[in-house]
C-alpha cells in the first residue's frame, strides 16, 4: 500500500522552534511504522506563507513579503534536513502549483454549489487566522478579538454538519486519541455550524479567488489545500495513489480546522477525507508557553539533539505523556529519561548479550529448531501488544511496550545468570533465545529510536532493515560483534 503522511503545514511568521519538532518527530514515528509494514511512503511538510499576520509580520520587520517568508521557510526546511528527518516533500504556499491546485480545488467546491458570496461580521484573531462567535480575548493567544467587518465569500460548512457526526461515530480512528475525537463529537453535537467565511478584501496577501480579484482565499483554504498539492495535480497519477491512504499529525491548537473544516471542503469538492488525524497536545517549557517575547522558552532543537540525539527526543516526548496531552519540557528530565531508557536498559542490555557471547562463542553457532522457553512466550505476548498500540495510534504505549521487553530481558539474564551455566546444548539454547528476543526488540523499537535500533541490528547480525513480518521467525544463525557501547551516558554539563 501507498501511505501519504503528513506534518503541519508550519506558519512562517517566525523561526521554528521545539513544538514544531514535537510534531515532526511524531510524523517520522508513524513513517517508520509504515515502511515497517512494506508501505511506500511519503512524509510531507511545508510552510503557510500567506495571511494578514505574515504580513504585518514583514511590514514589522521591514522586509519584503516574499524575501520575509522565504527566509522562514528556509529556517524550517533546514532544521528537518538538520535532525536528518526523512521529510520527502516540502511545499510552500506561495509555490505556483500549489496555486494552481488550490484554485481547483475552488473551482470543485463552486460547482457543487457551496459557495456564495455574502457579509462578514464578527470577532477574529489575527495571530490564529480564525473566528469567533464570542468572548474579548483568543482562547489561544490571549490577545483581543478584533470585529471585524466585509464582504466575504462563504463555504457551506453548515450543510456537513450531519455527515461529519456520522463519520466520526462510524470511525473510530479518525482522530486519535479518543479525548481530542470527544472534544470535536462535542463541538458538533452541542453547537450549529455557521457557513465559514473563505476570502478576505483586507488583505492582498494571498491566493486570488477564481473570477474575482479583489478577494484573496482565506489562508486556511490556502494552507490545507497544500495536503493536495504536495503531491500534485488533483487529476495526477501519484495524487491518486497516495491522497486516499493520508494520516495528518497536528496540533491541538489546530484541530477544528482539520477535523471539521478540512472533511467538508474536501467532501465538497468531490475527494476522499484522510484515514486518520493523529492530535498531539501542546509543549510547554517549565510551565510556561513558547513565545518570543520569552526567550528561556525557544529551545533550539538541533542543540538538543547534539546532546541527546534525535532518538533521545523522540523517545522523551512518546514516554513523558500520552499523545494528545500537553507536555511540559524540563531538560534535566530529558537526560535522566534518555540515560536511564537508551543508556542503560537498552544500551546494557545489548552489551551484555554481546559480552556472553564473546565470551563463550566469539564465532557464533546454530540452532536450528526454535527452543522452548518461558522468554519468548512472554516476549511473543508483548509483540502483540505493541502492534495493537500502534495500529490505533497508542504510540505512547507501544513506546512504554517496548522498554518492557528491554526490562523483561534484562531481569531474565539477572534471574538465570547464563555466565554460570556450563558450555553446552543449555548455555547455547538460552542465548539463542536471548538474540532471538533482542533481533525482535530491535524491531520493535524503529519508529522510536531508528539510530540506536540500527547499532543494536549491526550488534547481533540482524538485517538491516527492520520488518513487522521478521518478529517471532526463529533464526538458527546466532552470532554477536564485539561488545561496543551503542548508546553512550548523557552528562549534565553538556
Same mark, same amino acid.
Given at each position: 500500500?501507498?501511505?501519504?503522511?503528513?506534518?503541519?503545514?508550519?506558519?512562517?511568521?517566525?523561526?521554528?522552534?521545539?513544538?514544531?519538532?514535537?510534531?515532526?518527530?511524531?510524523?517520522?514515528?508513524?513513517?517508520?511504522?509504515?515502511?515497517?509494514?512494506?508501505?511506500?511512503?511519503?512524509?510531507?511538510?511545508?510552510?503557510?506563507?500567506?495571511?494578514?499576520?505574515? /504580513?504585518?509580520?514583514?511590514?514589522?520587520?521591514?522586509?519584503?513579503? =516574499?524575501?520575509?517568508? /522565504?527566509?522562514?521557510?528556509?529556517?524550517?526546511?533546514?532544521?528537518?534536513?538538520?535532525?536528518?528527518?526523512?521529510?520527502? =516533500?516540502?511545499?510552500?504556499?506561495? $509555490?505556483?502549483?500549489?496555486?494552481?491546485?488550490?484554485?481547483?480545488?475552488?473551482?470543485?467546491?463552486?460547482?457543487?454549489?457551496?459557495?456564495? #458570496?455574502?457579509?462578514?461580521?464578527?470577532?477574529? @484573531?489575527?495571530?490564529?487566522?480564525?473566528?469567533?462567535?464570542?468572548?474579548?480575548?483568543?482562547?489561544?493567544?490571549?490577545?483581543?478579538?478584533?470585529?471585524?467587518?466585509?464582504?466575504?465569500?462563504?463555504?457551506?460548512?453548515?450543510?456537513?454538519?450531519?455527515?461529519?457526526?456520522?463519520? &466520526?461515530?462510524?470511525?473510530?480512528?479518525?482522530?486519535?486519541?479518543?479525548?481530542?475525537?470527544?472534544?470535536?463529537?462535542?463541538?458538533?453535537?452541542?453547537?450549529?455550524?455557521?457557513?465559514?467565511?473563505?476570502?478576505?478584501?483586507?488583505?492582498?496577501?494571498?491566493?486570488?479567488?477564481?473570477?474575482?480579484?479583489?478577494?484573496?482565499?482565506?489562508?486556511?483554504?490556502?494552507?490545507?489545500?497544500?495536503? %493536495?498539492?504536495? %503531491?500534485?495535480?488533483?487529476?495526477?497519477?501519484?495524487?491518486?495513489?497516495?491522497?486516499?491512504?493520508?494520516?495528518?499529525?497536528?496540533? #491541538?491548537?489546530?484541530?477544528?480546522?482539520?477535523?471539521?473544516?478540512?472533511?467538508?471542503?474536501?467532501?465538497?469538492?468531490?475527494?476522499?477525507?484522510?484515514?486518520? &488525524?493523529?492530535?498531539?497536545?501542546?509543549?510547554?517549557?517549565?510551565?510556561?508557553?513558547?513565545? #518570543?517575547?520569552?526567550?528561556?522558552?525557544?529551545?533550539?532543537?538541533?542543540?538538543?539533539?547534539?546532546?541527546?540525539?534525535?532518538?533521545?527526543?523522540?523517545?522523551?516526548?512518546?514516554? *513523558?505523556?500520552?499523545?494528545?496531552?500537553?507536555?511540559?519540557?524540563?531538560?534535566?528530565?530529558?537526560?535522566?529519561?534518555?540515560?536511564?531508557?537508551? $543508556?542503560?536498559?537498552?544500551?546494557?542490555?545489548?552489551?551484555?548479550?554481546?559480552? =556472553?557471547?564473546?565470551?563463550?562463542?566469539?564465532?557464533?553457532?546454530?540452532?536450528?529448531?526454535?527452543?522452548?522457553?518461558?522468554?519468548?512466550? /512472554?516476549?511473543?505476548?508483548? *509483540?502483540?501488544?505493541?502492534?495493537?498500540?500502534?495500529?490505533?495510534?497508542?504510540?505512547?504505549?507501544?513506546?512504554?511496550?517496548?522498554?518492557?521487553?528491554?526490562?523483561?530481558?534484562?531481569?531474565?539474564?539477572?534471574?538465570?545468570?547464563?555466565?554460570?551455566?556450563? /558450555?553446552?546444548?543449555?548455555?547455547?539454547?538460552? %542465548? $539463542?533465545?536471548?538474540?532471538?528476543?533482542?533481533?525482535?526488540?530491535? &524491531?520493535?523499537?524503529?519508529?522510536?529510536?531508528?539510530?540506536?535500533?540500527? #547499532?543494536?541490528?549491526?550488534?547481533?547480525?540482524?538485517?538491516?532493515?527492520?520488518?513487522?513480518?521478521?518478529?517471532?521467525?526463529?533464526?538458527?544463525?546466532? @552470532?554477536?560483534?564485539?561488545?561496543?557501547?551503542?548508546?553512550?551516558?548523557?552528562?549534565?554539563?553538556?
Amino acid at each position: 500500500m501507498k501511505r501519504h503522511i503528513t506534518t503541519p503545514i508550519y506558519y512562517a511568521s517566525g523561526s521554528p522552534h521545539l513544538g514544531h519538532a514535537y510534531t515532526t518527530l511524531v510524523a517520522t514515528c508513524l513513517r517508520r511504522y509504515a515502511e515497517m509494514d512494506d508501505h511506500e511512503v511519503i512524509l510531507a511538510s511545508g510552510t503557510d506563507e500567506h495571511g494578514q499576520k505574515i /504580513e504585518q509580520a514583514a511590514t514589522r520587520a521591514d522586509v519584503p513579503l =516574499l524575501k520575509f517568508v /522565504e527566509a522562514r521557510s528556509n529556517e524550517f526546511a533546514s532544521l528537518w534536513q538538520s535532525l536528518a528527518l526523512p521529510i520527502d =516533500l516540502f511545499t510552500r504556499t506561495t $509555490a505556483a502549483h500549489h496555486q494552481s491546485v488550490t484554485v481547483d480545488l475552488w473551482q470543485r467546491m463552486a460547482a457543487n454549489g457551496d459557495i456564495y #458570496k455574502g457579509h462578514y461580521e464578527g470577532l477574529y @484573531c489575527v495571530e490564529c487566522e480564525e473566528y469567533f462567535t464570542s468572548g474579548e480575548n483568543c482562547p489561544v493567544h490571549r490577545v483581543p478579538l478584533q470585529k471585524f467587518a466585509e464582504e466575504s465569500y462563504f463555504f457551506r460548512l453548515s450543510a456537513y454538519q450531519q455527515r461529519l457526526i456520522d463519520h &466520526i461515530k462510524g470511525h473510530q480512528n479518525f482522530i486519535v486519541p479518543i479525548a481530542r475525537r470527544n472534544e470535536v463529537l462535542a463541538l458538533l453535537t452541542e453547537n450549529t455550524l455557521r457557513d465559514l467565511s473563505i476570502s478576505r478584501t483586507s488583505t492582498t496577501w494571498g491566493i486570488p479567488v477564481p473570477g474575482d480579484n479583489q478577494h484573496v482565499m482565506y489562508v486556511w483554504i490556502d494552507a490545507l489545500a497544500t495536503y %493536495l498539492s504536495a %503531491l500534485g495535480p488533483l487529476n495526477s497519477d501519484r495524487f491518486a495513489e497516495y491522497w486516499p491512504n493520508t494520516i495528518h499529525c497536528i496540533g #491541538k491548537d489546530i484541530l477544528t480546522f482539520h477535523a471539521v473544516y478540512w472533511p467538508a471542503i474536501l467532501w465538497s469538492a468531490g475527494l476522499t477525507i484522510p484515514d486518520s &488525524i493523529v492530535v498531539n497536545g501542546w509543549l510547554t517549557v517549565e510551565g510556561r508557553k513558547i513565545a #518570543k517575547s520569552d526567550p528561556a522558552t525557544i529551545l533550539d532543537p538541533v542543540e538538543l539533539t547534539e546532546c541527546v540525539t534525535v532518538d533521545g527526543l523522540l523517545h522523551y516526548f512518546l514516554k *513523558s505523556v500520552n499523545l494528545g496531552h500537553d507536555l511540559d519540557f524540563r531538560r534535566d528530565i530529558l537526560i535522566d529519561v534518555v540515560n536511564t531508557d537508551l $543508556a542503560n536498559t537498552i544500551g546494557n542490555l545489548y552489551a551484555r548479550y554481546s559480552g =556472553l557471547m564473546q565470551r563463550f562463542y566469539p564465532g557464533g553457532f546454530v540452532v536450528e529448531a526454535q527452543p522452548k522457553n518461558r522468554l519468548l512466550d /512472554e516476549v511473543a505476548v508483548l *509483540s502483540e501488544q505493541y502492534l495493537h498500540d500502534m495500529e490505533s495510534f497508542s504510540l505512547t504505549q507501544a513506546s512504554k511496550c517496548f522498554l518492557r521487553i528491554a526490562n523483561l530481558v534484562n531481569k531474565d539474564i539477572q534471574d538465570v545468570e547464563p555466565w554460570r551455566l556450563p /558450555e553446552g546444548e543449555a548455555l547455547q539454547q538460552y %542465548l $539463542a533465545c536471548l538474540h532471538h528476543v533482542l533481533r525482535d526488540l530491535a &524491531i520493535l523499537g524503529e519508529p522510536f529510536v531508528p539510530v540506536l535500533m540500527q #547499532k543494536a541490528r549491526g550488534l547481533i547480525g540482524s538485517p538491516e532493515v527492520a520488518r513487522l513480518s521478521d518478529i517471532g521467525v526463529w533464526q538458527p544463525h546466532i @552470532c554477536s560483534t564485539e561488545s561496543e557501547v551503542i548508546f553512550p551516558r548523557v552528562e549534565y554539563s553538556t
